[in-house]
């Protein structure tokens, strides 16, 4: 399975924008992106998926250059409880169940 | 629609003693997922049914995990015998066979924390 690369940790403050970005440069052509988020003590929550260019929903949005060789998911405002470990991970997509394999992720901690 | 649930949500065994974790999936999701989540690391793929079938458990310690899922839905995962790295959150995950443009990736429970001492 193709591998991620995101960094181990980040720091923000309330307010700001905060773009994480995941390296991926052995991308499968029907791999999709996905981000989960999780809080301690909690099992990991899906955020969003894509496949190219720009998608967007209420809770953040996903950048897919040209190549899909990285991504970046994109927190507009964040606040102290978007402090969590994100993770960044590649599948099949929407039509495909094949397991999703976590690296260590980005642990985000947003100050006051 | 209801979540993913687990339990116990927490255990403490002793080493070598044996311990299940049971996993109640979301109604018609087909795929059931259990996971390691070791303190500080990324959660890691077990097991992986699909209905009553096994698809993937290539990274399953056979010798002292196992884990079934009858009549594809409820699933109960179990060590015997445990040892002290095993102390980790085990998660289990569903996922519908097919969502169409509506998927929302995999539903994940709360998991059970386990301390081996």
């Known amino acids: 399975l193709a591998k991620t690369t995101q960094p181990i940790s980040m720091d923000s403050y309330e307010g700001q924008e905060v773009n994480i970005t995941c390296s991926h440069n052995?991308?499968?052509?029907?791999?999709?992106i996905t981000w989960y988020q999780q809080f301690p003590s909690q099992g990991p929550r899906f955020i969003i998926q894509?496949?190219?260019t720009k998608v967007t929903n209420e809770v953040a949005s996903l950048f897919i250059p040209a190549d899909r060789k990285s991504s970046t998911l994109s927190l507009p405002r964040v606040s102290l409880s978007d402090t969590a470990v994100y993770y960044c991970?590649?599948?099949?997509?929407?039509?495909?169940?094949?397991?999703?394999?976590f690296g260590a992720g980005t642990r985000l901690t947003v100050k006051p | 629609e209801a979540g993913v649930a687990q339990s116990p949500r927490y255990k403490i065994i002793e080493k070598r003693q044996s311990v299940a974790f049971w996993c109640n999936p979301i109604s018609g999701h087909a795929t059931l997922y259990w996971y390691q989540q070791i303190l500080g690391q990324g959660p890691k793929l077990l097991i992986q049914?699909?209905?009553?079938?096994?698809?993937?458990d290539s990274q399953l310690p056979k010798d002292r995990f196992s884990a079934e899922r009858l009549k594809g839905v409820d699933s109960t995962l179990k060590i015997q015998p445990a040892k002290l790295e095993d102390s980790a959150v085990y998660l289990c995950a569903s996922s519908p066979r097919r969502q169409g443009a509506r998927f929302g990736g995999y539903t994940f429970g709360s998991g059970t924390r386990l301390t081996v001492v």
């Open positions: 052995n991308i499968a052509t029907n791999d999709y």
């Open positions: 049914f699909q209905n009553n079938g096994v698809v993937d």
């Open positions: 991970l590649l599948n099949g997509g929407p039509y495909n169940n094949n397991d999703m394999r």
């Open positions: 894509g496949y190219k």
